[in-house]
């Protein structure tokens, strides 16, 4: 008798094992090669040479991260491939994701949104990390609702209200950094920019609540004491380090059902953050602060307005402060671009000394011409949402004649365009004077027919989900990097200025060490 058992038991697990195996490899490699076989025979979809199982398209990113370089880097070096194609059928891991590359495809998928194309909450990494919040709905008349809302709270109008509080911050971070000798840039920007939001979010009377540590428990099982603004960095990257573990996609039940580490102890983590805001939220008696309005925005339950909030927080504060390193590190490698921005400023009397209250504004701000130009390089040569955000075919489509079924993920690629030889003349170079069209270098452009179009510049996405910061953001880094140039010296190492492929966008290892002093 127990000899049958033994033998019923192993043949059991031999034959689970083999079904085991069999969806293994159904999900790892047929189904992606089948994917990629269906798209194989347009030639206007890219599909790059070899099949990489498991990681898929994602050896790019491996590769330049093994070279030390931003692992969207990639991107950049592809552009002239990229350029021929309209679509990329790609593997993100295992994955199957179209990517929108051309013009043309952009401005079909921008036509069909909403009805055809939209948001889709995969249930996945940083969709989980803000699961309640706007950015996973899809476009209906609530979400956009919100959007608006969002809009006009965040909006250039309102946000230039903050411009004086972010000089102060400036002038704070400043005396940090003198003191340091070598400093760690990120970690000031960050510092800078998050301390703004928070202002801006909370009020003035919860001061200590925000300024104080959480616990935070590691990886390794160990509770460290952080404040909020590492608390939303680390959170963002391990929700975006769940969607690289193969759990998420082999066992997704066990993840979507925070069973094991690490989604298990990330939803701790968050649970602490959200019940820090909450705190922070209901003992504020500012009644006028912009985390008020979201948090009690009428019709929204409260974890709605919880994530609002949070996704403003997120969404606004790492983003700037590396763009601001970008613009920074650029200044600092093409330093003929440096002194024509030190002469603009001076120009407009964003000098050191100059009477702060008075001078730091949005009409003066927005008089600095070459600070525009600057900025909106900075955005072109460096993408720091690389991975902008999942939308998914929510019936059969074709775009660029291409049919794409529904159900398919589609996302739009915000980089290589930004390095197209047919857009840009020589796109590699920082050259702010590209984007005045009074400058020699936009005339040359212009006669080699490249000459921007309104879906050339894509770091803020397209169609009625790109992002609602854009105003804010660009204000933000036009006001610091207006502080920052006209009261400091600074300088990266030789060796980063030298290399290729540094990059701040968010997920990337570079943390710049950088020596400042103050003019
Ligand atoms: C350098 C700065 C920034 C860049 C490059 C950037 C870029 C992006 C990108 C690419 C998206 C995805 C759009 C899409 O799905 O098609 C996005 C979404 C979003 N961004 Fe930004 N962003 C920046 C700053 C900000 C700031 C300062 C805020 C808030 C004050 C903000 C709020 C948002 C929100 C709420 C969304 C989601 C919109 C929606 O789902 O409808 N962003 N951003």
Redesign the pocket.
């Known amino acids: 008798m127990f000899e049958d058992l033994f033998y019923g038991l192993a043949k059991g697990t031999v034959v689970f094992f083999l079904v085991f195996v069999a969806y293994l490899i159904n999900l790892l490699i047929l189904q992606p090669l089948k994917f990629r076989k269906k798209f194989s025979k347009y030639s206007n979809v890219y599909i790059s040479e070899k099949f990489n199982p498991l990681v898929g398209d994602m050896n790019h990113e491996v590769q330049c991260v093994n070279e030390g370089k931003v692992h969207y880097a990639h991107y950049a070096k592809r552009a002239h491939i990229l350029a021929k194609y309209d679509l990329q059928a790609k593997l993100e891991g295992i994955e199957p994701v179209i990517m929108i590359i051309s013009d043309k495809a952009c401005k079909q998928f921008c036509s069909f949104m909403p009805r055809s194309i939209d948001?889709i909450n995969a249930e996945k990494g940083i969709n989980v990390l803000l699961q309640h919040s706007?950015?996973v709905d899809r476009s209906d008349k609530r979400t956009m609702a919100r959007?608006k809302n969002?809009s006009s709270w965040?909006g250039l109008n309102s946000a230039s209200k903050y411009i004086p509080r972010t000089v102060g911050f400036c002038q704070d971070m400043l005396e940090a950094m003198t003191t340091e000798g070598k400093t760690d840039l990120l970690k000031h920007l960050n510092k800078l920019t998050f301390d703004v939001f928070t202002k801006i979010l909370f009020g003035n009377d919860v001061d200590t609540l925000v300024a104080r540590l959480y616990p935070y428990e590691n990886p390794d099982g160990q509770i460290e004491e952080i404040g909020l603004g590492e608390y939303v960095i680390r959170l963002a990257a391990r929700y975006a380090d769940q969607l690289y573990n193969p759990v998420t996609f082999i066992f997704p039940f066990f993840a979507k059902r925070k069973l094991m580490n690490p989604y298990k102890r990330d939803n701790r983590n968050l649970q602490t953050f959200r019940a820090a805001l909450r705190n922070i939220i209901s003992t504020s008696k500012d009644e006028n602060t912009i985390g008020k309005k979201f948090y009690y925005s009428p019709g929204l339950s409260e974890d709605e307005g919880l994530d609002d909030l949070f996704?403003?927080m997120g969404?606004?504060s790492e983003?700037?402060a590396h763009?601001m390193a970008s613009c920074l590190y650029y200044l600092n490698k093409y330093p003929e671009c440096h002194e024509k921005l030190i002469k603009d400023l001076t120009r407009c009397g964003f000098t050191k000394g100059c009477d702060y209250e008075k001078q730091y504004n949005l009409d003066n701000i927005q008089e600095c011409s070459y600070l525009n130009y600057v900025v909106k390089e900075t955005?072109r040569m460096d993408s720091?949402?690389p991975g902008?955000?999942e939308y998914g075919a929510s019936e059969d489509i074709e775009i660029c004649g291409v049919p794409i079924p529904k159900g398919t993920k589609v996302k739009?690629d915000?980089i290589s365009n930004h390095f197209s030889d047919d857009k840009w003349l020589e796109p590699f170079e920082f050259v702010p004077e590209r984007h005045d069209i009074e400058s020699d270098f936009y005339e040359r452009s212009r006669k080699a027919g490249k000459v921007e179009d309104a879906y050339s510049r894509r770091?803020?996405?397209h169609?009625q989900?790109?992002?609602?910061?854009?105003s804010?953001?660009n204000m933000q880094l036009k006001v610091v990097m207006a502080f920052l140039v006209s009261h400091m010296n600074f300088k990266f190492d030789k060796e980063d200025l030298e290399k290729d492929g540094i990059g701040f966008g968010l997920g990337s290892q570079f943390k710049p060490q950088v020596n400042v002093s103050k003019i």
């Open positions: 948001r706007l950015i959007r969002f965040i996704l403003v969404a606004g983003t700037t763009s955005f720091v949402v902008g955000s739009l915000l770091a803020f996405s169609g989900r790109n992002c609602p910061g854009q804010f953001a």
